[in-house]
């Protein structure tokens, strides 16, 4: 209902940050035909969403003021960031990108 970030992943695989109404917060895949392949939870409301070439994901958290590493299988590596306008600290994040 509320597809915040979508990106492309080493497979050529969409992937897309959604929301559902404030409650349902997921991370889905979609193969090169547009088929759904898997759905990853995420924890509040997930925004912006690009990949590393080395196959992680990462996605910005909204209301979290986080920034989310995933691996391959979407599981989550680390966070970094705090609620916050210091280095280091974020306020509503809402793009990411990741340059080779």
Known sequence: KSACGVTVNQEGHFLVADQVHNK????????????????????KNPCGVTTTPRG???????????????????????????KGTKPGEFNHPAGVAVTN
């Open 24 to 43: 349902l917060k997921r991370l889905q895949e979609f193969d090169k035909n547009g088929r759904f392949t898997r759905c990853i939870p995420c924890t």
């Open 56 to 82: 992680e994901t990462i996605i910005t958290e909204w209301n979290e003021d986080q920034v989310h590493i995933l691996n391959a299988d979407g599981q989550l590596m680390y966070s970094i960031g705090n």
